[in-house]
């Protein structure tokens, strides 16, 4: 990559030519997240930026606090581009450490809640992160454990800082100390790591400067017209790109809106907070909208202040697209987008057909597309293909990733987004499938190989592939297609295995078959085209 300026070393940025068109353009404007807080502060002080649990925190409460988060975790010793891996649930907390972080130039990396020792693990050596939020624990399951074991493997990990009780660690509470001045980073620096879906053996990191993400929510806002008077739910994992920023809880802020923090998204906690706190705004993956058209409780509450439910993340289909409008009496909004930048939407004055049955059209006039063959050649208007995507909130490269970004980026900076896509006359993408190697289960993303690997090490594993197998309700789940080495093992040791590995919960194979060998390619190579077909046959084949 030798026109990539760099940052942080192993961050390849866009070349000069193009930073400075997205200057001029008015793109990239020199804002930093620390300063956009402070300018909401001074704006809409007394208005309520954020609701969750026992808190209401207006723009100039949540400005003070994170002042004085920035300054405590100054006095921890934690510095300008530190890394420091945030793992919290949708709590207000959420954006009390990572604005503070934002504010003094440290980066955080979001991970989800749902991870475990092995991404964690893994995200705290890669980055050589100082510091580990978590909270003490969640959906049953104690952090601190997790904290302990990673502690002990990551020599660079100086701190973990608990919401709650600390038990052996720092409580995040003790942290905030009076505010001091310190010089914040510059707007084209990186700010944070989002992670990537991947469909390599493990996780990539996403590095997204202040510059570009800010444009993002920018664009977002105005396609999706928020405005202070915005009330956002936010009902998926908070670290998660959708309801981060597309528009989320940040493109909530960055209008002066107020973001109502849901600690599950089901309809029991979900929808008395839209009715209680009148949201007109939420964001969900398909398998939970199918949640929400189906219960019960939509006529028990007063959802009558919703007006758009945006859904993204994995394909919705038509007939529950169609089913929104009349069910939850809102309009639906459909996203397609992915952490690595491009994001998609349908808007919301778009005819009904448009908005039930394609995936949106780029937020941006700078997004540049392509679809094209297996030779990147350009395919006919209209013909399915491999969509690559370039523009001035797509990354040019993943972090210290140098050997994959030459697979996953063209020469020219075009990122290879692995997705297969058709666009319809009026400029709009219906998402056809997948060519990369993973499995999207409605909406978490299972890299083939990372799964893979683990099984590898499994003394009673010669071979295996993971393939998706479709799934009514989540759209596809994941299938281990087992050689086993002797006798095979009981499916439910291998699954054993992998949560002892640390696994997160979403990535266990939610099927395991045995077989004695794998379909091939003309090339020798496993055909996991053939493993998926064949699967498919022998599952709607009912047992005898
Ligand atoms: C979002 O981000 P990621 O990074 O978890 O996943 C991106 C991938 C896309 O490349 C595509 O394969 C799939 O998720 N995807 C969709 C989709 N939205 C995402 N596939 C079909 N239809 C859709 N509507 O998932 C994400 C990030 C920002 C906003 C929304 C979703």
Not at 99 to 126: D, K, Q, T
Not at 258 to 287: G, H, K, Q, W, Y
Not at 374 to 382: F, H, K, L, Q, Y
Not at 514 to 530: D, E, I, L, N
Request: one cysteine or more; glycine letters at 8%; charged letters at 20%.
């Amino acid at each position: 990559m030798s026109t990539a300026r760099e940052h942080l070393p192993g961050c390849p940025t866009w070349p000069e030519d193009f930073a400075q068109r997205y200057r001029e353009a008015g793109y990239w404007r020199g804002e930093t997240f620390g300063q956009l807080l402070r300018d909401r502060a001074r704006d809409f002080g007394s208005r309520v930026a954020l609701v969750g649990g026992t808190h209401r925190w207006t723009y100039a409460e949540l400005d003070g606090r994170v002042d004085r988060m920035a300054s405590g975790f100054h006095a921890l010793g934690i510095r300008a581009r530190d890394r420091v891996v945030v793992q919290l649930p949708n709590v207000p907390e959420f954006y009390e450490v990572i604005f503070a972080l934002f504010r003094m130039g440290a980066l955080p990396v979001f991970a989800l809640p749902a991870h475990r020792a092995s991404e964690i693990g893994y995200f705290c050596a890669f980055t050589e992160a100082v510091a580990y939020v978590i909270p003490e624990r969640f959906g049953g399951f104690d952090y601190r454990g997790l904290a302990e074991q990673v502690k002990a493997a990551t020599p660079t990990l100086k701190h973990v800082l608990v919401l709650g009780d600390a038990g052996a660690h720092t409580a995040l509470g003790s942290v905030p100390s009076e505010p001091v001045t310190m010089e914040g980073p510059s707007p084209s620096d990186v700010a944070f790591f989002q992670l990537s879906g991947g469909s390599t053996g493990v996780p990539k990191l996403i590095p997204r400067t202040h510059d570009d993400y800010i444009y993002s929510l920018r664009a977002s806002v105005d396609v999706c017209q928020f405005t202070s008077e915005t009330v956002y739910l936010c009902a998926l994992p908070a670290a998660h790109n959708f309801p981060m920023s597309s528009p989320g809880v940040l493109g909530t802020f960055q209008v002066g809106g107020t973001a109502v923090m849901a600690l599950n998204p089901s309809p029991d906690v979900a929808f008395p907070l839209i009715e209680r706190e009148r949201v007109t705004v939420t964001a969900l993956v398909p398998p939970l909208t199918m949640v929400w058209l189906d219960s019960t409780l939509a006529k028990k509450h007063d959802l009558s202040s919703l007006k758009v439910l945006q859904v993204g993340g994995a394909r919705l289909s038509d007939e529950a697209a169609a089913r929104v409008r009349p069910t939850l009496g809102c309009g639906l909004q459909q996203v397609f987008g992915m952490a690595e930048g491009l994001v998609n939407y349908t808007r919301l004055d778009d005819p009904e057909t448009l908005i039930v049955t394609t995936q949106g059209r780029p937020m941006s006039e700078a997004d540049e597309l392509r679809v094209v063959d297996d030779d990147d050649v350009p395919v006919a208007p209209g013909e399915t293909g491999h969509l690559l995507t370039r523009g001035p909130y797509t990354i040019r490269g993943y972090y210290k990733a140098e050997a994959h970004n030459t697979k996953a980026f063209t020469t020219d900076g075009f990122y290879r987004t692995g997705d297969l896509v058709r666009l319809t006359p009026e400029g709009y993408l219906v998402v056809e499938g997948r060519a990369k190697d993973q499995i999207n289960r409605g909406g978490d993303k299972v890299a083939a190989e990372e799964v893979e690997n683990h099984l590898l090490a499994h003394p009673s594993v010669s071979d295996v592939a993971v393939v998706a197998i479709p799934d009514k309700f989540l759209g596809e789940r994941t299938c281990a297609v087992v050689i086993p080495r002797g006798e095979a093992p009981a499916p439910s040791a291998l699954n054993a295995f992998l949560r002892q590995r640390g696994l997160a919960s979403f990535k266990i194979p939610d099927r395991i078959e045995f077989v004695a060998a794998f379909p091939q390619t003309g090339v020798g190579k496993v055909s996991k085209k053939a493993l998926r077909d064949s699967l498919r046959q022998s599952l709607s084949t009912p047992s005898p």
